[in-house]
């Protein structure tokens, strides 16, 4: 169920919005690898009718469930939007489409929110990442200080014959 503003119930006095949309409903189920929003996005708005739009303010808050960038540790974080403020004309070129004497605001929300989530998600900032392996790392050689990986492609050049 999309989140809609009805244009005759703002006409008389500011509206009151306060509730729950799902990732579904926001269309955040599959966004990201490492970015999952599983609980749905708390709102606490009001809507009034300002000139030629609408303005909506209020605020938006946000669980996550996210894997670190750099360690793959599952984490949560909040996101929140507050305040957070939205103006729909309803004129002009850029206004918004009326369905019914009804505005929806969920696309502009979900907007919102994915410019406001992390791009690189990270447990901690100073997070130092997976542990290094040993296995994948060229084993130096006690002679020359060369690793063997440099010493067999050296190796292998020196037999061609120009």
């Known amino acids: ?55 909506v303010q209020g605020s938006l808050r946000l669980e996550l469930d996210c894997e670190c960038a750099r360690c793959l540790k599952p984490f949560r974080q909040k996101l929140k939007l507050d305040p957070w403020a939205c103006h729909l004309p309803l004129e002009g070129d850029e206004s918004v489409p009326i369905n019914n004497d009804c505005v929806d605001l969920t696309p502009f929300i979900r907007e919102d929110i994915l410019l406001e989530l992390p791009q690189r998600p990270l447990c901690k900032p100073d997070c130092p990442g997976l542990p290094a392996s040993q296995a994948g790392k060229p084993k130096k050689s006690a002679q020359s200080g060369q690793t063997q990986a440099e010493k067999s492609a050296w190796e292998e050049l020196n037999k061609l014959k120009f």
């Open 1 to 55: 169920m999309a989140l809609l503003i009805n244009l005759r119930h703002i006409e008389r006095e500011e509206l009151e919005l306060e509730g729950e949309l799902t990732a579904e409903e926001l269309n955040l189920a599959s966004f990201d690898e490492l970015i999952h929003a599983v609980k749905p996005l708390a709102y606490e708005l009001t809507a009034q009718s300002v000139e030629d739009g609408i303005l």
